[in-house]
T-cell receptor, first 112, second 114 residues
């Protein structure tokens, strides 16, 4: 299936831990994104990345860092997890200058 | 930065009736306006989009209109069906190049009453 996939789907962890969420797209897109959806369903951009630039939303703590081993992957690393990091995280991708973004199924992160 | 306002937050309509969701944006440089449908436990799915050089776009029962002067755009769903029940998000971005993210509205929970 051509799609944006994320692993894991659910992630439960303790405060202070470090965790990663993986994202892969097989759509041939060259731009990938991470969004955070809070408990009120509000979707907010965290990072945008292509091979030319990384755009970081200024409100994102530096405990969050995207890492892209290749054009098909953009993983999200989170250090020193806090209770407020609990949310659903969505990866998305798009092609070049076209804006249509396709979203993954999401990863529900719960920090205890 | 861009700010997108979306109304209403909840919309309940009878099956077969029409539903309209409205959004406004603040950045006159925004030129791309997609609409996403999110079902429970799933990621947002792109259902229709419009660019600033077009005033209206239609795809079967779904249409979107854009008023650049007033900086607002709307989603119209006709002949609503139970499977249309979901949360709908409008968004805006500037496709000026680079890795631009979308700025989303806060969503509308659409409920189709049988």
């Amino acid at each position: 299936d051509t799609a944006v996939s994320q692993t894991p789907k659910y992630l439960v962890t303790q405060m202070g831990n470090d965790k990663s969420i993986k994202c892969e797209q097989n759509l041939g897109h060259d731009t990938m994104y991470w969004y955070k959806q809070d408990s009120k369903k509000f979707l907010k951009i965290m990072f945008s990345y292509n091979n030319k630039e990384l755009i970081i939303n200024e409100t994102v703590p530096n405990r969050f860092s995207p890492k892209s081993p290749d054009k098909a992957h953009l993983n999200l690393h989170i250090n020193s997890l806090e209770l407020g990091d609990s949310a659903v995280y969505f990866c998305a991708s798009s092609h070049g200058s076209r804006n249509e973004q396709f979203f993954g199924p999401g990863t529900r992160l719960t920090v205890l | 930065g861009e700010n997108v306002e979306q109304h209403p937050s909840t919309l309940s309509v009878q099956e077969g009736d029409s539903a309209v969701i409205k959004c406004t944006y603040s950045d006159s440089a925004s030129n791309y306006f997609p609409w996403y449908k999110q079902e429970l436990g799933k990621g947002p799915q792109l259902i229709i989009d419009i660019r600033s050089n077009v005033g209206e776009k239609k795809d079967q029962r779904i249409a979107v209109t854009l008023n650049k002067t007033a900086k607002h755009f709307s989603l119209h769903i006709t002949e609503t069906q139970p499977e249309d029940s979901a949360v709908y998000f409008c968004a805006a971005s500037n496709s000026g190049g680079g890795a631009d993210g979308l700025t989303f509205g806060k969503g509308t929970h659409l409920i189709i009453q049988p």
